[in-house]
């Protein structure tokens, strides 16, 4: 079955950096165009990072451009969020997504908290 197993959340100081970590299984990694998104209490979940399948083309929400960088690895089916300057509005829950045509499959999301 489809799994997205995120990892690398955490608690940070402002300033400081995280790298989180999405594992996929049970699909066709390749051939998806894989996102970060997030969602703070009370917030609706926006869009953070997407990366298309090839790994050639990137979009950033424009408040995460300079200090987020999306890749990715095929041959480990795995996303990566580099994140840097982080601040204490970026605190929330992470979730990877993966998408193709209509499909979209999304992981179980990891905390990110950014505090003194």
């Known amino acids: 079955q489809v799994q997205l197993v995120e990892s690398g959340g955490g608690l940070v100081q402002p300033g400081g950096s995280l790298r989180l970590s999405c594992a996929a299984s049970?699909?066709?990694?390749?051939?998806?165009?894989m996102s970060w998104f997030r969602q703070a209490p009370g917030k609706e979940r926006e869009f953070v990072a997407r990366?298309?399948?090839?790994?050639?083309?990137?979009t950033y929400a424009d408040s995460m451009k300079g200090r987020f960088t999306i890749s990715r690895d095929n041959a480990k089916n795995t996303v990566y969020l580099q994140m840097n300057s982080l601040k204490p509005e970026d605190t929330a829950v992470y979730y990877c997504?993966?998408?193709?045509?209509?499909?979209?499959?999304w992981g179980q999301g990891t905390q990110v908290t950014v505090s003194s």
């Open positions: 997504n993966a998408a193709r045509g209509t499909q979209s499959y």
């Open positions: 049970g699909f066709t990694f390749s051939s998806y165009a």
């Open positions: 990366i298309l399948w090839r790994g050639g083309s990137t």
